[in-house]
C-alpha cells in the first residue's frame, strides 16, 4: 500500500483490506499517536461534505499532521478556469498526500496519474467512494466479529448509491448473501451484479422490505433522493416505501446491526436511534480510525 | 450466372479495401464510423445481402483507400466478423480478419456525460470486455461500461 493511491475498492486486494482494518482496530485502541509530526496533508474538496472532511481532518490532526486545503470549488482557482491537473500539480509542490473529492467521476484516478504524491480518493462523483466503503467493513467486522458468511441486505436507491455498488464489490471476497430491496427504477447495476455472479455468490432481489428483515445480519440502509426521478410522481409514489421504523425491527436477528452512510432523511425513524441495533452514528466515528490506518499504510508509517 | 448477378449487386474496384461480412444491421454504424460520407473516393455499400456464414451481410467497397490499424479497431468493436479484403489492379492481395484489441486509447469518447474525460482534457482510456457476447468499453476513469449502441468515436 505504500505510496501508492486509493482510487477504486478493487485497487484492494482481500488481503490488503484486512490489512487496514486490522490497523483501524489499533488505531481505536490508541487514536492519539504524533506519526505525522511535520507532514502536511492536502484536504481538496470540490464538493461540500460534512463527514469525510471532518473525519479525514479529524484522523490527520490525531495523528499530529497539518491539513491545508479547501472545502469547496468556489474558494479555490477552479473559480478562474483552473484545470485539475494543473490544480493537482500545485498541490503536490505543498502536501505529502492528497485526500480528494470531486464531483466528476474518474476525475481521482486521473489526478493519481499526474500526481507525484498519493491521492487518496474521497468521493469522485457517481462513481467510488473507497474510504466509506472500508469503514462500512470495519463496522460490519465490529459489529458480527467476522466479514465472512453473512446476510447483507442493501435497502434503497441501490443504483446510483456509489456506497452501496463498492461495499457489495467489497463483499464478494467474504462469501456474503446478499438481499437487494429497491424499488423497479432503482435496482442495482447489472455491471455491480455481474461481480456477484462472478464470485459464484447468492443474491435475491426484492421490492417488499418487511420479509428481509429476519434474515438480515447487516440492514444497509440508503436515502432515496427526488432528483434521481426524472418523473416527480414516480418519486411520490415510492419515497415512504422503504421507511425502516422501530417496530418492524422485532423481529430481527439478536446479531443484527443498521447501517446507514449518512446523511439520513427520514428513512430510519428516529424512534431507531436509541433501538441497540442502530449503529448509524458508531459507524460514523469508525471512519476516523479508518481512515488513520490508511493514511499511515500509505505514508509508509506503519 | 449466379455468380455474374452477384457481381453486378456491388461493383468491383481496380484498388482500394473491400469490408466483408459486415453484419448487416451494422452497416451504417460502421460507414459513420469511418467518415465515409466525407470521402471523395468512389464508396459502394450493400446491405442485407445473402452470406452463406451469418445469413445476412453488409458489405462496404472503397476505392484508393487502405486502413491502419486505428481505423480497423473501431471496424471491429462494432463489427467483429468483418473481413478486410485489400485489392491491387483488381487482384485481392491481402485478406484479414479484424482482431478485437484488449484495450483501445484515444480513439472512442465515454457516453458518460459526467466522465472526467468528457470534462477535462484527459484521453479516453478502455478496456475492451465481453458480456453476455456483446463488446463493451470499460471506461479506465468512471469505470461504465461503454456497449455498442452507445460508441461514438473521434
Redesign the interface.
Known amino acids: 500500500m505504500k505510496n501508492r493511491s486509493l482510487i477504486s475498492i478493487n485497487d484492494y486486494s482481500k488481503e490488503e483490506i484486512m490489512q487496514v482494518l486490522e490497523l483501524a482496530a489499533e488505531f481505536e485502541k490508541k487514536p492519539h499517536q504524533n506519526l505525522l509530526h511535520g507532514r502536511v496533508i492536502a484536504s481538496l474538496f470540490f464538493e461540500p461534505s460534512t463527514r469525510t472532511r471532518l473525519s479525514f481532518e479529524s484522523a490527520i490532526q490525531k495523528l499530529g499532521g497539518n491539513v491545508i486545503g479547501f472545502s469547496s470549488a468556489a474558494t479555490s482557482s477552479v473559480q478562474k478556469g483552473e484545470s485539475l491537473k494543473d490544480t493537482i500539480l500545485t498541490v503536490c509542490n505543498y502536501s505529502d498526500l492528497i485526500v480528494m473529492r470531486h464531483p466528476v467521476d474518474g476525475s481521482a484516478r486521473f489526478a493519481s496519474e499526474v500526481a507525484s504524491v498519493p491521492i487518496i480518493n474521497a468521493g469522485d462523483g457517481a462513481n467510488q467512494h473507497p474510504t466509506q466503503c472500508l469503514l462500512d467493513l470495519y463496522s460490519i467486522k465490529k459489529t458480527q466479529g467476522t466479514l465472512e458468511n453473512l446476510e447483507v441486505t442493501f435497502v434503497g436507491d441501490l443504483k446510483y448509491g456509489r456506497t452501496v455498488h463498492s461495499l457489495v464489490i467489497a463483499l464478494c471476497h467474504f462469501n456474503t448473501k446478499f438481499h437487494l430491496v429497491s424499488p423497479v427504477e432503482l435496482k442495482l447495476p447489472s455491471a455491480v451484479k455481474r461481480h456477484i455472479k462472478e464470485a459464484n455468490l447468492q443474491y435475491e432481489q426484492y421490492t417488499d422490505f418487511s420479509e428481509v428483515i429476519p434474515k438480515s445480519d447487516i440492514i444497509y440502509m440508503t436515502r432515496i433522493q427526488r432528483e434521481r426521478f426524472p418523473d416527480p410522481l414516480e418519486y411520490e409514489k415510492v419515497k415512504n416505501a422503504y421507511i425502516l421504523d422501530n417496530g418492524m425491527l422485532d423481529y430481527a436477528r439478536e446479531n443484527c446491526k443498521i447501517l446507514h452512510p449518512l446523511p439520513r432523511v427520514n428513512e430510519i425513524s428516529t424512534n431507531v436511534d436509541d433501538n441497540p441495533k442502530a449503529y448509524y452514528f458508531e459507524q460514523a466515528l469508525n471512519g476516523v480510525y479508518v481512515r488513520q490506518a490508511l493514511i499511515a499504510a500509505i505514508l509508509g508509517l506503519k | 450466372m449466379n455468380n455474374k448477378r452477384k457481381e453486378l449487386i456491388v461493383s468491383a474496384i481496380s484498388n482500394g479495401t473491400v469490408i466483408d461480412h459486415i453484419p448487416a444491421n451494422k452497416l451504417f454504424q460502421v460507414i459513420r464510423i469511418l467518415d465515409l460520407e466525407k470521402s471523395d473516393k468512389e464508396v459502394y455499400f450493400g446491405t442485407n445481402l445473402e452470406s452463406k456464414k451469418y445469413g445476412r451481410k453488409g458489405i462496404i467497397k472503397i476505392s484508393e483507400k487502405y486502413f491502419e490499424s486505428s481505423e480497423t479497431d473501431k471496424i471491429a468493436l462494432v463489427a467483429p466478423t468483418a473481413t478486410l479484403i485489400e485489392i491491387k489492379d483488381y487482384e485481392v492481395t491481402k485478406k484479414t480478419t479484424v482482431n478485437i484489441p484488449d484495450t483501445i486509447e484515444r480513439i472512442a469518447k465515454c457516453f ?1 456525460p ?4 468528457n ?4 484521453p479516453t482510456k478502455f478496456k475492451v470486455i465481453k ?1 453476455n457476447g456483446e463488446i463493451k468499453l470499460a ?7 461503454t456497449s455498442q449502441s452507445n460508441m461514438v468515436f473521434n
Open positions: 458518460n459526467n466522465c472526467v474525460t470534462k477535462e482534457q484527459v458480456i471506461c479506465h476513469y468512471c469505470e461504465k461500461n
